[in-house]
């Protein structure tokens, strides 16, 4: 392992400190002194980003795996581990910026205590809570093989059916379930985003979001360490991807279209501008690009059709949780440095320990990278350490 | 029988004397700088706003189906008998839902606390338990803020709508909206002027029924999903299963026949 720093290492380190400067002011001084919330903005980025975009970006598990083991489509075995690795980090970082965002954090564990049944908030915490816990249990594999402990894996092995079908019911519902918490503001939020259909939008969402987030990773870590998925899963998955957008997207046509919003859409405003935003980069960008069969093909085409279609999604999401509120209040909410900086501090940990485990786990198929190759030969011809050491340092990292 | 207050704005003198009983009673800080602030705060429950002569006063208006109570995760919030939708701090985790999700924005937050609580009017339900009326009800020189049966109100309200119908706007707010509230409004001027929702935008069906709509089908749901799920597996693998029975089979029959 070298500790050379590379630009993102210093990137890395210069937002993790900020974010733990900012962590502070929010436990010294409070929600007020860290973030732009107010009485008129009770939820800022930290709900909108943090946890809506949160979870939707962590969708890709419950897919794959019902993919591969629910539908039994074997050849994309290997999208599994970098999907519920993603999917474990994303519910976790979650969880850790619910510590930021809730005035009371020490009480989180009254959820379990003081139930409101008929609650949104309340059904999306425990099944964020149970579907964390299945998500340890599919995620646990790649821990318990690189120590090679055969019995518990066994065990693991023996209940993944069961963890699959709990993960795809739990994932239905609270996916669905952040839209809904929206419902019971049909005076507040902007008729743009404000629709009885806002659950099957957060769902649908989802699951593009899901697949086009394993394009994503798969081409983040093949640039990165050399590991990504084989070219023809990607490209089935970009085809899946661009099936589910044409759905996403009639859909919500339709909708506008029950909705007789159609003549306030084209006229232009404040929302409309963020709404074509939203639409260009979700849909209309994505699925043009693609429609055509080479870049349906090509690793870099499916890359940026992917991370395209990711911001749109998180345009969606600031949406529904910001600019559709802002009309109502009457005053604009842009979140301060520090805000900032813990959701990029919450990201940056999880891109960070995301190269770990790819880098310490069995998560990629192929473990030979062209980096690990190239390593020791470089120390090799610079340190001229005698050959046994290294048979011994190669063991210790698989 | 539930409680409620109903408020007169063409009776009130804007002498403030509701907001310092309040404060009063809810042991919140009052002074001259305090009252000459116009917005309801973490410190200020209720507000008497004042518009080219008129007033208005704004408070929780504790609705017989109150969103606050609907949303919460820990049932922080809860409409009591009496009328009041009382909150309970201990509960509290501090998610901020009722915020978002009141239509009138009447929970306010201590921003600037370390361990906040959210703060608003609770309709003294001590008071009201004890037969008593509320701390502003009693303070109110001019009987604009008036406490009593919510029935006795609504036909009081509507008698003065006819004995005095030029002196009012022929609405009385908070009969219907959000599927009514135990806070009744009369005014001469638009209740929208004050910074009121529009009744119309409200309309009258209680809030938690556009969730109470998707939550209700949850344990139908819940059995259903997990029963398609199982069967997909189920039928998906048995193909698998199959498969490599046939294949088995086909195996040993050319043995049998090779022998």
């Keep these: 392992m070298n500790f050379k720093p590379t630009l993102w290492k210093v990137v890395f380190v210069v937002i993790i400190c900020l974010g733990i400067y900012s962590a502070y002011v929010r436990y010294a001084h409070g929600l007020g002194a860290v973030s732009n919330m107010s009485d008129q903005f009770p939820w800022g980025i930290w709900i909108g980003f943090d946890v809506l975009c949160g979870v939707m970006l962590a969708a890709g598990g419950f897919i794959v795996t019902g993919a591969v083991h629910l539908l039994n489509i074997e050849r994309l075995h290997s999208v599994v581990r970098p999907t519920v690795l993603t999917a474990f980090l994303g519910y976790c970082l979650v969880i850790v910026g619910l510590f930021f965002d809730l005035g009371r954090p020490w009480f989180i564990w009254h959820q379990i205590f003081y139930r409101n049944p008929h609650s949104v908030m309340f059904e999306v915490g425990f099944c964020v809570m149970f579907y964390t816990t299945v998500l340890f249990f599919e995620f646990l594999p790649n821990v318990l093989e690189r120590f090679h402990l055969h019995t518990p894996l066994r065990w693991v092995k023996g209940i993944m059916a069961g963890l699959v079908v709990a993960g795809i019911l739990l994932s239905t519902l609270h996916q669905s379930s952040l839209g809904a918490l929206y419902l019971i503001m049909p005076s507040k939020l902007h008729p743009f985003w404000y629709t009885p259909a806002l659950p099957f939008f957060f769902f649908g969402s989802a699951v593009a979001v899901g697949l086009a987030m394993t394009i994503f990773e798969s081409s983040l870590s093949s640039r990165a360490f050399g590991r990504q998925l084989e070219l023809p899963v990607l490209i089935e998955l970009g085809g899946v991807l661009l099936v589910v957008l044409w759905v996403n997207a009639l859909l919500r046509v339709e909708d506008f279209f029950h909705r007789d919003q159609f003549a306030n859409i084209v006229k232009p405003s404040y929302e409309a501008y963020f709404l074509w935003l939203e639409l260009a980069l979700a849909f209309v960008i994505p699925i043009t690009l693609l429609s055509f069969k080479k870049v349906r093909r090509s690793p870099n085409g499916l890359y940026l059709a992917s991370v395209i279609c990711l911001l749109g999604f998180v345009t969606n999401r600031l949406n529904v949780s910001v600019t559709g509120f802002e009309t109502w209040v009457g005053h604009h909410y842009v979140p301060k440095l520090t805000e900032f900086m813990i959701t990029l501090a919450i990201i940056a940990t999880g891109f960070a320990l995301f190269g770990l485990a790819v880098k310490y786990l069995p998560i990629f198929p192929e473990v030979q990278s062209a980096e690990e190759v190239e390593a020791p030969v470089e120390v090799i011809a610079s340190n001229a350490i005698p050959a046994p050491v290294f048979v011994e340092v190669e063991n210790a990292g698989d | 029988m539930s409680k409620a207050l109903l408020y007169d704005a063409t009776m009130c003198i804007g002498c403030k004397q509701c907001e310092v009983a309040c404060a009063q ?32 006063r704004r408070l929780c208006m504790h609705c017989e189906h109150p969103a ?48 906040p609580r959210v703060r608003k009017c609770i309709m003294c339900p001590d008071r009201v338990k004890a037969g008593q009326q509320t701390a502003c009800a009693e303070a109110c020189p001019t009987g604009a803020t008036k406490f009593g049966e919510r029935d006795d109100l609504i036909k009081e309200a509507q008698s003065r709508i006819q004995q005095n119908p030029s002196n009012y706007v022929p609405h009385i707010y908070g009969l219907t909206e959000v599927g009514g509230t135990n806070v009744l409004l009369l005014s001469s001027v638009s209740f929208e002027t004050f910074g009121y929702p529009k009744s119309q935008k409200l309309g009258d069906t209680p809030l938690p029924e556009y969730t109470g709509r998707v939550m209700s089908k949850i344990p139908d749901f819940i059995p259903l999903w997990s029963l398609v799920l199982g069967g997909v597996y189920w039928i998906t693998h048995r193909r698998e299963d199959v498969a490599a029975a046939e294949a088995e089979e086909k195996k040993l029959e050319n043995e049998d026949g090779a022998r």
């Design chain 2, 25 to 56: 009673q809810n042991k919140l800080p009052y002074s001259d700088e305090i009252a000459a602030e116009s917005v309801q705060s973490e410190h200020k429950y209720t507000v008497v706003l004042t518009k080219q002569e008129k007033f208005m």
């Design chain 2, 68 to 115: 606050c109570a609907s949303v919460c995760p820990v049932g922080a919030f809860h409409k009591t008998a009496e009328g009041p939708v009382v909150y309970d701090v201990w509960k509290c985790i501090g998610c901020r839902y009722c915020m978002v999700a009141c239509a009138f924005a009447q929970p306010k937050y201590e921003w600037q606390s370390l361990n």
